[in-house]
C-alpha cells in the first residue's frame, strides 16, 4: 500500500477506505497496519513533530474492506467511542452469500466467543441484523445488511448459521473461494453524528475491484 486512501478528514475525524487484507491494528505478525499508515499520512500532512495521536475506534477484520473512522484527538475518540457502545452509528455493509437468501429479513441470536471464532449459543450475546437481497445470480446472493449489534463476525455467524456463508469464509463453511484470502465482506457506510459539530454525516466506500461487476 503506497498511499493512504482518504475519503474525508478534518481537525477531528479521518476517514479511510480499509483494502481487504490489511490488519486495522498491529499484531504478532509484524505487519504494518492501517492505523500505522494513517498516523503517518497525519504526520505528514500537518508536518507534526514526534508520533501523531490517531484514535480507534471500531475495528473490521483483516479480510474485510471498507469505511474505517479513526478520532484525531482524544475528545473525538470518547464521544465516537460511546456512539459505538450506544449503537447509535448507522452502518451498512455488503454481503455476497452462497445460496438464495429470502429478499429481506431479521436475523436475531446468542453468539459467544470462543477464542478466534464465535458460535450461535444460549450462553452468547444478543446479536440482531436487518437485511435485504439486492441480487441473486448463480448460487450468489448480493445481500445489504444493517446490523444493530457489533459482536465479533457477527455477519459472518449469522449468515452462515442459517446456510448462507459469506463466499471466501472457510472459517464458517464457505465453499466458494474469493480472490486475495479475502471475504466477499463490505463495510459499504457508516453514519455517524460529527463529535463537536453534532451534524449527522455518512461516508460511503467502494467495494475491492476484483468484486464481480455485477455484484458493485
Same mark, same amino acid.
Given at each position: 500500500?503506497?498511499?493512504?486512501?482518504?475519503?474525508?478528514?478534518?481537525?477531528?475525524?479521518?476517514?479511510?477506505?480499509?483494502?481487504?487484507?490489511? =490488519?486495522?491494528? @498491529?499484531?504478532?505478525? *509484524? %505487519?504494518?497496519?492501517? &492505523?500505522?499508515?494513517?498516523?503517518?499520512?497525519?504526520?505528514?500532512?500537518?508536518?507534526?513533530? *514526534? %508520533?501523531?495521536? &490517531?484514535? &480507534?475506534?471500531?475495528?473490521?477484520?483483516?479480510?474485510?474492506?471498507?469505511?474505517?473512522?479513526?478520532?484525531?484527538?482524544?475528545?473525538?475518540? !470518547?464521544?465516537?467511542? #460511546?456512539?459505538?457502545?450506544?449503537?447509535?452509528?448507522?452502518?451498512?455493509?455488503?454481503?455476497?452469500?452462497?445460496?438464495?437468501?429470502?429478499? #429481506?429479513? +431479521?436475523?436475531?441470536?446468542?453468539?459467544?466467543?470462543?477464542?478466534?471464532?464465535?458460535?450461535?449459543?444460549?450462553?452468547?450475546?444478543?446479536?440482531?441484523?436487518?437485511?435485504?437481497?439486492?441480487?441473486? #445470480?448463480?448460487?450468489?446472493?448480493?445481500?445489504?445488511? +444493517?446490523?444493530?449489534?457489533?459482536?465479533?463476525?457477527?455477519?459472518?455467524?449469522?449468515?452462515?448459521?442459517? @446456510?448462507?456463508?459469506? =463466499? @471466501?469464509?472457510?472459517?464458517? @463453511?464457505?465453499?466458494?473461494?474469493?480472490?486475495?484470502?479475502?471475504?466477499? &465482506?463490505?463495510?459499504?457506510?457508516?453514519?455517524?453524528?460529527?463529535?463537536?459539530?453534532? #451534524?449527522?454525516?455518512?461516508?460511503?466506500? !467502494?467495494?475491492?475491484?476484483?468484486?464481480?461487476?455485477?455484484?458493485?
Amino acid at each position: 500500500m503506497n498511499a493512504l486512501d482518504v475519503i474525508y478528514m478534518d481537525n477531528h475525524l479521518l476517514v479511510v477506505r480499509k483494502p481487504a487484507g490489511m =490488519l486495522v491494528q @498491529g499484531d504478532r505478525t *509484524g %505487519d504494518r497496519s492501517l &492505523l500505522e499508515y494513517g498516523k503517518a499520512y497525519v504526520k505528514a500532512a500537518f508536518n507534526k513533530p *514526534g %508520533d501523531a495521536f &490517531l484514535g &480507534l475506534v471500531h475495528r473490521l477484520d483483516r479480510p474485510t474492506s471498507g469505511v474505517m473512522v479513526f478520532a484525531r484527538t482524544s475528545k473525538a475518540a !470518547a464521544r465516537l467511542s #460511546e456512539q459505538f457502545r450506544a449503537h447509535k452509528i448507522g452502518k451498512v455493509y455488503w454481503a455476497l452469500v452462497e445460496g438464495k437468501t429470502p429478499r #429481506e429479513g +431479521r436475523m436475531a441470536d446468542s453468539l459467544l466467543r470462543v477464542g478466534p471464532s464465535s458460535t450461535v449459543s444460549d450462553r452468547g450475546r444478543e446479536a440482531v441484523l436487518g437485511f435485504r437481497r439486492l441480487r441473486f #445470480e448463480r448460487g450468489i446472493s448480493w445481500v445489504e445488511v +444493517r446490523p444493530k449489534t457489533g459482536r465479533h463476525h457477527q455477519i459472518r455467524v449469522q449468515f452462515a448459521h442459517r @446456510g448462507h456463508p459469506v =463466499l @471466501g469464509d472457510l472459517r464458517y @463453511g464457505a465453499k466458494v473461494g474469493f480472490p486475495e484470502k479475502s471475504l466477499a &465482506l463490505h463495510a459499504r457506510s457508516l453514519t455517524l453524528s460529527h463529535p463537536t459539530r453534532k #451534524e449527522q454525516m455518512t461516508f460511503h466506500a !467502494a467495494p475491492e475491484a476484483f468484486w464481480p461487476p455485477r455484484f458493485q
